[in-house]
């Protein structure tokens, strides 16, 4: 996906230090226009393709993602005269990370309908970008570190609401779009799909309805996007890049496939065992071969490639990640991940009982060892600000009960729009890739799917069987396959993971932690002296010694490089 910006004209030469950085990451500067007193710079993605773009007369419409097969260039014209103001356009950016449309001397911007996608602005000026760095930018030498967000990040590998880790750039609310004319606008929009059936098809519907409803769902997308013979899947041993790959065979399909992993991997095993049977091309990946660099000038590359930070992990592996995107869209391919899939699985692993939200904090956000923060961090507060966030992505007040219903709602309204939707939006940076699971038509009804239906996989092991059998009976990796009946011991250890307390499974990173040796910070850290020198800012928020999870210190030396490179301002 491109990457845009709409800032005043006096600002845009703040911006030409993020446009030689971005270039060097493989990208450039396709469209710079001049909209009355702003400009609207558009660049390609970073294997250099341009995004949509078709002009007619004085209006024009831009499109970045994921292309809609029938989206030629009459298809586009015909939109121009079509669009209306006040009126989303939910057919067009249903497949569509972000849509730009400019008429009659009026600007619109319109995000994907789940809004995995964000609006950053800036407190100093009226711009706007689908790039944190960017707005950094603009913002200059006057960045002040948001302390709840630098927290929330180091425990969750993500962000969530429209916090950054800066006071002065946030995103807007999710369900709002953006107009600009005389003034900046910004407008609710509709985020209900009028045109999507329920599924609720009937009273009770039995479970082999619900699958054969979803699967045309699925199908009935799939069938709008611009993949061919050339697309390629991310697949694992589990449901979700199964039930993607039967996807794309009912479509008449054989697509590549590629797995993360080594030759002990139970990923790697399983997906080489498909491949081979269903004579299927499968790239196995192992990112403990390659190579990486750490010097300066590959690790600023990850930086700007990666938008300052991605999910999970940090963003500095010598190259290795963005190197490995790169090549997976290479010659425009369109990757095909199965991100959000759990929507037909119990998640969270929580009981059908109802749930307060501070039970799903405990149980899901709050994996973390006190000890290796400073006093910096206030536990209340935290997860004070991860429950009204909560209540914000599902649009419940302080005061309503939580029902399990709404439990469900919360794994892709907020843990996917924020955690999985960060993670597509910076997989589309390296070129096409598509989230089936991830739009807004297939999520709408799924927390209506009944728990029993989910629970141990059932629903999606009905809709593999539904579409390819063969498929389904093929071993996973979780030791069983997706025909046969679970086995009693899987039965025995998922309702006790259901039913574990949930004031246990917040001390449970804590237990684990316990048992673990402490990182040689030391030897770790030669692989990153070209770019941080100490950790001046980061040594407020943490105990570097007290770090056990390499993956947290990813997480760590990534922002202590970015308040570095941006020279923030800390003010407890």
């Known amino acids: 996906m491109s990457t845009y910006i709409l800032c005043s004209q006096t600002e845009r030469k703040n911006l030409n230090k993020y446009i030689d950085h971005y270039s060097s990451s493989g990208g450039y500067l396709t469209h710079d226009i001049l909209i009355g007193d702003n400009s609207l710079l558009v660049f390609s993605d970073l294997q250099g393709a341009p995004p949509v773009f078709h002009k007619k007369n004085n209006d024009f419409v831009i499109a970045l993602g994921c292309e809609l097969k029938s989206s030629n260039k009459d298809f586009w014209l015909k939109f121009i005269d ?10 067009i950016t249903e497949l569509t990370a972000t849509l730009i449309v400019y008429k ?28 944190f760095l960017a707005l950094c930018h603009l913002e200059g030498k006057n960045l002040n570190i948001n302390s709840e967000s630098v927290y929330e990040y180091l425990i969750n590998g993500s962000l969530f609401g429209t916090n950054t880790f800066f006071n002065e750039v946030n995103s807007i609310e999710h369900n709002h779009y953006v107009v600009v004319n005389n003034d900046f606008t910004i407008k609710d929009r509709t985020v209900e799909l009028a045109n999507t059936p329920s599924t609720k098809t009937k009273n009770n519907p039995s479970i082999a309805e619900l699958a054969t409803h979803e699967n045309s769902k699925l199908l009935t997308l799939l069938s709008n996007v611009n ?83 991605k999910v999970e992990h940090g963003i500095f592996d010598g190259g290795i990640d963005r190197k490995d995107r790169l090549m997976r869209n290479k010659d425009g391919r369109v990757s095909i991940n199965g991100s959000l899939g759990e929507i037909y699985r119990n998640f969270y692993y929580m009981p059908k009982s109802s749930s307060s939200l501070n039970q799903l904090v405990h149980t899901f956000y709050s994996q973390y060892d006190p000890k290796a923060f400073t006093e910096r961090f206030n536990e ?7 429950e009204k966030k909560m209540q914000n992505a599902i649009g419940i007040q302080a005061d309503t009960s939580t029902s399990r219903n709404d439990i469900e709602k919360l794994y892709p309204y907020f843990r996917g729009r924020f955690w999985a939707g960060r993670d597509a939006r910076l997989n589309n940076n390296f070129g096409a890739a598509l989230f089936p699971f991830m739009h807004e038509s297939i999520v709408k009804d799924s927390s209506s799917i009944p728990l029993s239906i989910k629970e141990m996989g059932r629903m999606q092991s009905e809709m593999i069987k539904l579409l390819d059998i063969n498929l389904a009976s093929y071993q996973s990796d979780y030791g069983f396959n997706f025909v046969e009946k679970k086995p009693l011991p899987y039965k025995a250890s998922y309702f006790i993971s259901v039913h574990k ?18 990182i040689d910070i030391e030897n770790h850290m ?35 490089f970015l308040f570095q490179h941006f020279c923030a301002t800390d003010k407890p």
Not at 86 to 91: F, R
Request: proline share 2%; net charge negative; aromatic share 14%.
């Open 380 to 386: 209340l507060n935290y997860e004070n600000s991860i």
């Open 227 to 309: 993949i061919d013979e050339r697309a390629i899947v991310s697949f694992s041993g589990g449901y979700d890049s199964r039930l993607l790959l039967s996807l794309m065979r009912s479509l008449g399909y054989s697509p590549d496939l590629f797995v993360y992993g080594n030759d002990t991997s139970d990923d790697v095993a399983v997906a080489k065992n498909i491949a081979y049977k269903e004579k299927l091309n499968l790239t196995i990946i192992d990112k403990s071969t390659q190579n990486a660099c750490y010097s300066l000038e590959e690790s600023m590359k990850d930086f700007y490639a990666f938008d300052g930070w």
């Open 104 to 131: 009659e001397n009026t600007l619109f911007l319109y995000n994907d309908n789940l809004s995995c996608n964000k609006f950053y602005t800036n407190k100093k000026s009226n711009s706007l970008s689908n790039s």
């Open 501 to 518: 307390p949930a004031w246990l499974r917040k001390y449970s990173q804590r237990l684990k932690n316990f048992k673990k040796q402490s």
């Open 82 to 91: 079509s669009h209306t103001p006040g009126i989303y356009p939910e057919s």
């Open 526 to 560: 030669k692989n990153f002296n070209e770019i941080i020198d100490s950790f001046s800012y980061m040594n407020k928020y943490v105990v570097i010694e007290n770090i056990k999870d390499e993956r947290v210190l990813g997480l760590v030396i990534t922002l202590e």
